[in-house]
């Protein structure tokens, strides 16, 4: 049983095209999360949602927008894609955003790479 | 600022033994977490620390220490397969994680 599991894997698109990501959780964990990582591997938060309530947005263009139906949910809209968007994309999820004992230890997706021409 | 340093590259031999160091600046201190990804893969936990000192699990060691805001990884018996990115990340005061940039290890024969 694959713990997160974010589709698609591969996603090819055109500049100016609207995309989606789908992460569902089977663990039972309270918060979700999306990374962006870049061609440089480095993993930059983009959003985190803990029982279905963003808490953490970073500094991300308003053509990305995350939606969490329900906390074993997160998927991610990206509107009127750009080159600069091209990258892979992680969903991962934690027990807890602030627990201690590390149940905050993230369990990650196999990634989304999105390529956009 | 929050900054969290780990070397860009290191190379070892398989058999050896490999010490990855990360230090660390960040508002707060709430746990160092060391995380593997091999190349095309996604992160996975190797481990955690919030108390100085050593926490070993098998052929992989890794200390903290908070006054000085250093951590390493230490990575015994190398084997070709320990080829991955190494990624240091900190827990700041909000619970809030801070990523290094990773480091590349390359295990040769």
């Known amino acids: 049983d694959t713990a997160v599991s974010q589709t698609p894997k591969y996603l090819v698109t055109q500049m100016g095209n609207d995309k989606s990501i789908k992460c569902e959780q089977n663990l039972g964990h309270d918060t979700m999360y999306w990374y962006k990582q870049d061609s440089k591997k480095f993993l930059k938060i983009m959003f985190s949602y803990n029982n279905k309530e963003l808490i953490i947005n970073e500094t991300v263009p308003n053509r990305f927008s995350p939606k969490s139906p329900d906390k074993a949910h997160l998927n991610l809209h990206i509107n009127s894609l750009e080159l600069g968007d091209s990258a892979v994309y992680f969903c991962?999820?934690?027990?807890?955003?602030?627990?201690?004992?590390?149940?905050?230890?993230?369990?990650f997706g196999a990634g989304s790479r999105l390529t956009v021409l | 600022g929050q900054n969290i340093d780990q070397p860009t590259e290191m190379t070892a031999t398989e058999g050896a033994i490999v010490q990855i160091n990360c230090t660390y600046q960040t508002s707060g201190f709430n746990g160092l977490f060391w995380y593997q990804q091999h190349a095309g893969e996604a992160p996975t936990f190797l481990s955690y620390?919030?108390l100085d000192g050593l926490e070993e699990k098998g052929r992989f060691s890794s200390f903290l220490s908070r006054s000085k805001g250093y951590s390493y990884l230490l990575l015994k018996e190398l084997q070709m397969k320990d080829s991955a990115s190494y990624l240091c990340?900190?827990?700041?005061?909000?619970?809030?994680?801070?990523w290094g940039a990773g480091t590349k290890l390359i295990i040769k024969p």
């Open positions: 991962a999820s934690s027990q807890e955003f602030s627990g201690g004992s590390g149940a905050n230890v993230l369990t």
């Open positions: 990340a900190v827990t700041d005061s909000n619970y809030q994680l801070i």
């Open positions: 620390n919030v």
